[in-house]
Each structure stands twice: as structure tokens, then as C-alpha cells.
């Protein structure tokens, strides 16, 4: 008699894939991230929510690219640090000065191979650190 079998859990049975630990460095895909204008322009970046998945994005394209290199994570934890510090009122301005160390970084890494996915993401990070800002408190600059 026939047997059915799930080519995808007969496969696994043959050759099982090591589990991925999330804390390894990530690896270089072979596609480039692909990004549209509506991933772009349908975020609000007034809010956190818009600053991280406008983030994630930036990742995203700086996974890609720039996988030889950490130094854009740290820039990026900075810039998530600070827009955490000012949507929870523990700082008040924008972030345009955290911004400005990754946007330095991404335009000296810009190369003619990347440059379309850098400027996306320099356009991201200038719509977070424009419209991202959070004033002192009305209430002469004490919480209540």
C-alpha cells in the first residue's frame, strides 16, 4: 500500500538543520534587502514603534552591506537608547546628534555597488532623527 510523505519533514529526517543561536553574528544573505516606498513612507516616525521598525530597516540594509563590519551596530543601539530614553520622558530633544555618527558612517561606507540601499537608509535615519522629538514637560519641566 502507498504511503503519502511531506517532502519538507523527509528531508529534516535526512539531514537536520543545527538550530540557530540568535546571539551568533549575523551572516550575509545572497539577496539584498528589499525595501519599497511604502516601507518607507507609511511609517510615522513621530512615534517609538516607527523609530524601531524604521531601525530595523537600517539593520537590515547594514546587515547586507556592511556585515564585515560592527561598528554601525553600536550606533544604532545609541540612537535606539536615546529615542527609548526620550519616549519614556527621561530626556527631552531629538536625535539629531545621536544620528549624526551613522550617518557619517553609512555615507563613508557608500559605494557604487550600494549606494540605492544606503540612501534609503540615510533617509530613514533623517526622517527618525527630524521628526522623532519630544519637548520638556508644560508643567515647568516637572512630571506628574
Not at 535606539?80 to 563613508?108: C, H, I, S, W
Request: net charge negative; hydrophobic share 40%.
Amino acid at each position: 500500500m502507498p504511503n503519502i510523505l511531506d517532502m519538507a519533514a523527509y528531508r529534516e529526517r535526512k539531514h537536520p538543520q543545527p538550530a540557530q543561536i540568535p546571539c551568533e553574528p549575523s551572516q550575509r544573505t545572497d539577496r539584498p534587502p528589499r525595501i519599497n516606498d511604502a516601507a518607507i513612507w507609511s511609517l510615522d516616525y513621530t512615534t517609538f514603534e516607527g523609530v524601531v521598525a524604521g531601525l530595523l530597516t537600517i539593520r537590515a540594509v547594514c546587515d547586507y552591506h556592511l556585515h564585515f563590519n560592527e561598528e554601525w551596530k553600536h550606533y544604532l543601539l545609541a540612537l535606539l537608547a536615546r529615542a527609548f530614553d526620550l519616549q519614556t520622558g527621561a530626556a527631552t530633544g531629538d536625535l539629531v546628534q545621536e544620528a549624526a555618527p551613522l550617518k557619517g558612517y553609512l555615507a563613508e561606507d557608500t559605494t557604487p555597488v550600494n549606494r540605492k540601499e544606503m540612501d534609503i537608509a540615510m533617509l530613514i535615519l533623517d526622517l527618525i532623527a527630524r521628526r522623532y522629538v519630544r519637548s520638556a514637560p508644560a508643567c515647568g519641566g516637572k512630571l506628574s
